[in-house]
């Protein structure tokens, strides 16, 4: 069981869902607007000066799905840089 | 979810709520009455009283007085004038515009009740009419006949007058220059004196013998039957063998001492079209009523006229003003259409895409159709003011589309996909678009609220400029994403077009922000140099600029009033009237008409006797061709026409009027001077001077007095001692006299259903001298012949003119003409000069009136409108901006507007008039808007981390581009308005460009200008938190 948080540009939402039903994953809590600013990039504040949102999805499922998510996230972001899409996976300790 | 992504994703629902919004526009447009103006019209309401026999005096003290008294208390009244003439008194309310004329009539119905039973006995009741004397006939139409001629008045007044009256808005239908038949009957005084005939003697008996009286019914066997006496004359001819008395056993019949003819009235109006003898039928609208309208059903009313009359009478329309109101709509539709070209190549220059371009653009109809829909519910029309607003608002709705395509635009590039990129593009610009669209609404709303000129010329402009806003601000929002997700292409190819423009654009852009560098870095040196500008062209060249109210619309009508010598003989005055007819239009080919009516109309006309007339003045009609199809301008025709007048020696004054009418919104511009005192002789005196003295002002070539000159009369005065001797007295010689001369109406000859008057009076060569009028035998108590020069004698006198009042006291008015290249400021300045400089004597006191009042009311509206809504555009600034600071920075933008507008009407040579201030007015809400939009770029700048320096160029160069687009949209948006040579044309150019001038200036001005203040605004709140923070770490 992995963990996934993804925070990616809001135009890239759709495609972000779009990946995760071709895969398979079904499990995911997201928030549509969210605000942050990554390690390089423009920030994403959704104020005068930076006018663009994030959102921001928590995605649970197996390891081997987990890995193919984070394989088509990274080809979103390939496609295209300027817009912005981080994943973050790590090990699910427990759960009910 | 938000309407951004509710629209984007419903496109369907969308998209066929504005094509709603489309389809009733159109059916809005369809419905839409056609005008010149919103209603303008000054709401005049006339009193016409009738006191016979009383003088001008008379008539002032008893009638006049009173009336004006009472009716000086109707609300909305403005000002109360009162011509006082002999037997007439018409009072004239001028209520205050956007007056409503039934609520204004009903008061005065009122007023007038409560006043009657103080007026003198005699006082017939009064007539009111709801237009004023100055307002011009809607159309004239001429009338020609053969055969009919004779009888043409009846059938007009039957057939053609009575029902076209009935036709809904129309103030009054009079027939000019018909004679009414007559049946005269010409006694010789000689002959019948010595049969001991007088003429009321003749007139009994004709009446007596004209007869028909039922008899009752009797019973013959088993029928009854009625029975009747039928002696009506056949035919005039039939008077002659009336007896009229018995001589030494002998008849004598009316041949005996007199002729008789089947004929016309003695006296008339005479009217003449291109040199034929004619009628004239003069349609008068009533304040307020629609004349396109009216002139439809008058058109309808018409066709269903012509064919129950003789087929020799022939009507024809030669001046319809509907023509010209349909022209000047049809050629400001034409300028829109042109704008609406424009703008879209404009777009398409900059963009360098035609799918974004198709996109921009669709926004155009759709908002224009939806102020259309406002002015069906609001009960306006389509005219000058509301598609001006429309020709205006072209150039901004489409701004607004601009912002959120081009936002829209970075967002696909930066990789988004459209459907996505639409929504968030759109939500990111949604706030600011707010925002700009409210700083412009906040100009225009204001608009809605003013009262008075301004308010009726206004109010539909301000809503139709804020609906359209609103919509495309809506359809910016929502329509916009949904068909650029539909059109746009994901990953466009730049075609060479756009990489031309592109290249263009970026060396522009290149050139500005060196400039921008520069003058960033000289901040002292542009401040001095551009407020010195400022100075120099406001205080300089500002008082140069020529002011006027509204520009003379050449709608093709020329009126001319040329006035002999008092008393001048009919005969004389019809020679001349033709002489001038053919002159004038031997040497003027633009004249397709010319009309000219001379002489008296019959007394029982109530239309024509209150207008001023006389055998001694004559009145033209001058019918243009249209303004597009001649060379020569109507302002330039009348100077020329003027110059020739003044070549007849017989004439004594003349008034050459263009437009056909005097002030007002598109009448020729003249300057009123009134004068007011109490004593005719000094205020006549002190006319004539001020006359004298505008005549000698460069561009005033004409000047005329509203009080005519004394009119010479004969009076018969008898002498009562001598009356009364011989058992007589005034009445009776009076009458006596008057049948004589003027006739007595024995009866009533009938034929066809119509009845004609038969008239018994003195052959015309026996009432030809003082001699004849001397010599007229009276029959005194005893039956004795006694000669009037035995009873009285006839003097000569001159009896005063009619005596004009306004708001309560007597005053004349000077009006002086306005020649072409000068403008109404001119004139005033030196008329004010001129009589300031003459020593006014006691009791006398001036003002200017008419148009010049009029132009003063409106721009002190405008003008306090104007600071209303500067505070309001900088509340909504500095609310946007949580800033005092920075709308005041953007606020410099609006003194250069001014010098651009100044630039343009010195160099143009437009005076300043109404519509160039509304131009003005409409610069406050747009000229902001750029800078807005450069502070607010440089401070997004700031924010990110950029240095001041570098962010104020860095937002200028990025800004520049959308800065460019859309005030290019607008200020050539303006161009095809402030070029078009279209009939109307002169209305609305000097709006097209003053809007267009003031933009550009100041977008000039406001790209260098703003920033420059911006910095020393940044840098001096930056040293002063910067020592703040010294003192504190100290």
């Keep these: ?96 | 979810m938000n309407i951004y992504k509710s629209a984007v994703k419903n496109p369907i629902t969308t998209i066929l709520t504005f094509c709603a919004v489309a389809i009733f526009g159109i059916f809005s447009l369809q419905r839409l009455p056609i005008d010149l103006f919103p209603h303008i019209d000054t709401t005049y309401i006339m009193v016409i009283t009738a006191y016979p026999g009383a003088s001008a005096v008379d008539i002032e003290e008893n009638v006049s007085k009173p009336l004006e008294n009472s009716l000086n208390a109707v609300d909305n009244l403005k000002h109360i004038m009162s011509k006082s003439k002999e037997n007439i008194s018409v009072v004239t309310c001028q209520f205050q515009y956007g007056t409503d004329v039934e609520v204004a009539t009903a008061n005065i119905r009122d007023k007038l009740d409560m006043v009657l039973n103080n007026l003198p006995d005699e006082v017939n009741k009064p007539i009111i009419f709801k237009f004023g004397t100055d307002d011009i006939p809607i159309i004239l139409m001429s009338v020609h006949a053969q055969e009919s001629w004779s009888g043409l008045y009846k059938i007009l007044d039957d057939k053609v007058a009575t029902p076209l009256a009935r036709v809904d808005g129309v103030g009054t239908v009079s027939i000019q220059g018909v004679p009414e038949r007559q049946i005269q009957v010409y006694c010789d005084p000689y002959k019948m004196e010595a049969y001991g005939i007088t003429i009321e003697g003749i007139a009994q008996i004709i009446a007596s013998e004209n007869r028909q009286v039922p008899a009752g019914t009797i019973d013959i066997g088993n029928n009854t039957y009625s029975l009747r006496v039928d002696q009506e004359f056949q035919e005039g001819k039939e008077i002659l063998d009336v007896v009229i008395g018995t001589r030494n056993g002998a008849n004598i019949y009316v041949r005996d001492v007199a002729t008789v003819s089947d004929t016309q009235q003695e006296r008339i109006q005479e009217s003449f079209s291109n040199g034929e003898r004619s009628g004239l039928i003069v349609i008068q609208k009533q304040t307020g009523a629609n004349s396109v309208d009216i002139a439809k059903k008058v058109e309808k009313e018409m066709n269903k006229i012509r064919p129950t009359l003789p087929s020799d009478i022939r009507i024809k329309t030669f001046v319809n003003t509907s023509d010209t109101i349909v022209d000047t709509a049809n050629s400001l539709v034409d300028t829109i259409l042109m704008t609406f070209i424009v703008v879209m190549l404009v777009v398409m220059l900059m963009l360098g895409r035609w799918r974004a371009t198709i996109i921009i653009v669709l926004t155009i109809p759709i908002s224009m159709l939806s102020s259309l829909i406002y002015l069906l519910i609001a009960g306006d029309s389509i005219n000058i003011i509301s598609m001006s607003a429309i020709s205006i608002s072209i150039g901004m709705v489409v701004d607004n589309a601009i912002v959120v395509l081009e936002n829209i635009t970075s967002h696909v590039d930066r990789g988004e996909r459209l459907k996505q990129a639409s929504v968030f593009a759109t939500k990111e610009v949604g706030l600011s678009i707010i925002a700009s669209t409210l700083t412009t609404i906040a100009v225009f709303y204001p608009l809605t609220l003013i009262t008075g000129m301004a308010g009726v010329l206004f109010k539909p402009m301000g809503w139709m400029v804020t609906t359209t806003l609103t919509v495309s601000m809506a359809a910016a929002l929502t329509f916009t994403p949904v068909l650029a997700t539909l059109i746009m292409k994901q990953n466009p190819k730049k075609s060479r077009f756009q990489k031309y423009v592109d290249a263009a654009l970026d060396w522009l852009t290149e050139v500005y922000a060196r400039g921008l560098n520069w003058s960033i870095h000289h901040r002292r040196l542009f401040l001095v140099c551009a407020f010195g500008l400022f100075f120099v062209v406001v205080m300089g060249l500002g008082p140069r600029v020529k002011s006027e109210f509204f520009p003379t619309q050449d709608n093709a009508r020329i009126g001319i009033i040329v006035k002999l010598p008092v008393g001048t003989r009919q005969e004389i005055t019809k020679e001349l009237a033709l002489r001038i007819s053919n002159d004038l239009r031997r040497d003027y080919p633009e004249i397709e008409t010319i009309n000219v009516t001379e002489g008296v109309p019959d007394s029982d006309n109530s239309w024509a006797s209150i207008q001023d007339n006389g055998t001694y003045m004559m009145n033209f009609n001058l019918a243009l061709s249209k303004k597009t199809e001649r060379k020569r301008g109507m302002i330039e025709l009348c100077e020329l026409i003027r110059a020739d007048l003044r070549k007849y020696t017989e004439i004594r004054t003349f008034e050459v009027r263009e437009s056909g009418q005097r002030g007002g919104a598109g009448g020729g511009s003249a300057v009123d001077v009134e004068l007011y005192g109490y004593d005719l002789e000094t205020t006549d005196r002190v006319a004539q001077q001020i006359k004298q003295m505008m005549l000698s002002i460069d561009g005033c070539n004409e000047v005329n007095l509203s009080r005519d000159e004394y009119t010479p009369e004969y009076q018969f005065v008898f002498d009562r001692e001598k009356l009364a001797q011989n058992g007589l007295n005034v009445a009776s010689v009076a009458m006596l006299l008057r049948n004589r001369v003027n006739g007595a109406v024995a009866s009533y000859y009938r034929e066809d259903g119509e009845e004609y008057d038969i008239l018994v009076r003195y052959e015309r060569r026996f009432r030809e001298s003082q001699e004849d009028i001397e010599n007229i035998t009276a029959y005194n108590s005893e039956g004795k012949a006694v000669k009037l020069r035995d009873l009285g004698k006839v003097v000569e006198r001159h009896t005063p003119p009619a005596i004009e009042r306004k708001d309560r006291s007597r005053y004349i008015k000077i009006t002086g003409s306005v020649g072409k290249g000068y403008a109404l400021s001119d004139i005033i300045g030196a008329t004010a000069a001129g009589i300031n400089a003459m020593e006014l004597p006691y009791g006398v006191s001036w003002k200017f009136g008419g148009t010049y009042e009029d132009q003063q009311d409106t721009f002190r509206d405008i003008i306090l409108l104007m600071c209303l809504m500067i505070i309001l555009v900088y509340v909504i600034m500095a609310s946007q901006f949580e800033s005092l600071a920075y709308p005041f920075v953007i606020m410099f933008s609006l003194p250069f507007a001014l010098v651009g507008v100044i630039f343009g009407l010195l160099l143009t040579g437009t005076p300043l008039g109404v519509m160039a201030l509304l131009g003005i007015l409409m610069l406050v809400g747009i000229v902001v808007n750029n800078g807005i939009v450069l502070v607010d770029y440089t401070r997004l700048v700031v924010a990110r981390g950029e240095k001041l320096m570098d962010a104020v160029v860095i937002g200028g160069r990025s800004r520049l581009r959308p800065i460019l687009m859309t005030t290019l949209t607008t200020v050539i948006g303006m161009v095809p308005m402030a070029t078009s040579d279209g009939i109307g044309s002169e209305m609305w150019k000097s709006l097209g460009m003053s809007v267009a001038w003031g933009l550009s200036f100041s977008t000039l001005v406001t790209l260098f200008l703003i920033p420059v203040l911006f910095t020393s605004l940044a840098l001096r709140r930056q040293r002063r938190r910067e020592k703040k923070a010294q003192r504190l770490s100290e």
């Design chain 1, 1 to 96: 069981m992995k963990g996934i948080f993804i925070s990616c540009n809001q135009a890239l939402l759709d495609e972000v869902m779009t990946a995760m039903k071709e895969i398979g994953v079904r499990g995911y809590t997201s928030w549509e607007e969210v605000q942050g600013c990554g390690l390089e990039g423009e920030p994403h504040t959704g104020e005068a000066a930076w006018p663009t949102l994030n959102s921001a999805l928590l995605v649970f499922t197996d390891d081997e799905k987990a890995v193919k998510l984070m394989e088509e996230l990274k080809i979103i972001d390939q496609r295209s840089p300027k817009l912005g899409i981080r994943g973050f996976k790590w090990d699910v300790e427990g759960t009910f």
